[in-house]
């Protein structure tokens, strides 16, 4: 019962947390800070989605034994979100380096210590 | 309890989508690549709840980190121009 | 060798992690182990000359607890916070960006990594570029502050708090 209302909530803010990256990739003006909304926002999301996956299979395994087929759902669900991870702000970093080096200016930006260093 | 959440999912992906087909510069339609990628890990993990197949999660695993690859290497296009 | 070790275990435990519940002997059947070690090794030869021997200080155990309290206490809420703050530019639509450059003086490629990548998922910072030589990192900063931009190397401490001296404990 308590674990259903948990699970309930992941699920309520990471479906809100997407939903918001979704709009934040809209709402901001430029790459730097849509990566912002996009690496963030989505990485929270996922951690809250596969908890309330591994909360709900873990209650089942508990209730079927060591060898249920939920045992596996749960481990691999843990190892999916591992290497989101690991791999969302690697590619968060790889893109804004690409832009960078490409030639677009962050907008309105008030500093650019990369600009005058490294042109 | 997991379809609607899926459901939820395509709509987020559908918005994501519209940025990939917007986006000004080739940076903004690679930002909207990596995003798609990670709701679809997720709604593949999601979807192999809701059914009870294990598959679709090991699926999730092996496109997460071809994914990985594939947005490495079209940042690495954009920033030379050639691979 | 103590290299190619290491990495043979750690490819054999992904492996018996990924097939769990297949067979009777305690969660594996043999044919699973026995190819798990088999392939365990044929990574382990090749990637032989990509690790290097002068990381083997990552395989103290001591660093590992370490790590799981930085991504516990310092990190988890920190992550949280990111998450509120974006949520609240994405609304308001209120934004003052700029790429600044700091210097955390980091020796090591996996103490920058780790602290790269901190930086990226920790509010309103995202790591755009590395200097390879002097290891500076160039930071896209959602919500600048001015008394940040008076030193030149600006002061870590308003960009990412306490995170370059956690990433010197934990991976150098």
Known sequence: MILDIITYICIGIGCLLNLLAAIGLHRFPDVYTRLHAGTKCTTFGSILLIAAVVIQSVSVWVAEGLSSPQSVLTLHAVIALVVILLTNPTSAHAIGRAAHRSGIKPARAVVDDLEKEKP | MWLPVAIFLAVCATIILIRLFLGPTPPDRLVGLDTLNTVVVVSMVILGAAFEELIYVDVAIVYALLSFVSTLFIAKYIEKGKF | ?172
């Open chain 3, 1 to 172: 060798m103590i290299a190619f070790l290491a990495t043979a275990f750690g490819t054999f435990l992904l492996y018996l992690l990924l097939t769990t519940a297949s067979g009777p002997l305690f969660l594996w059947s043999k044919e699973e182990l026995i190819i798990g070690a088999i392939f365990a090794l044929i990574v382990a030869a090749i990637v032989r000359k990509i690790f290097p021997a002068e990381n083997l200080r990552l395989l103290n155990p001591k660093r590992w607890f370490l790590l799981l309290a930085y991504i516990i206490w310092p990190f988890f809420p920190a992550m949280a916070k990111a998450n509120i703050d974006v949520a609240y530019r994405v609304i308001t639509g209120r934004i003052n960006p700029g790429i600044v450059k700091i210097s955390p003086k980091l020796k090591t490629d996996a103490g920058l990594t780790m602290l790269a990548n901190s930086i990226t998922l920790t509010p309103g910072t995202l790591s755009v570029d590395v200097d390879e030589e002097t290891n500076d990192l160039y930071v896209h900063w959602i919500n600048v502050k001015e008394e940040a931009l008076e030193k030149m190397p600006r002061d870590y401490k308003y960009i990412c708090g306490e995170f370059p001296d956690w990433a010197r404990r934990v991976m150098e």
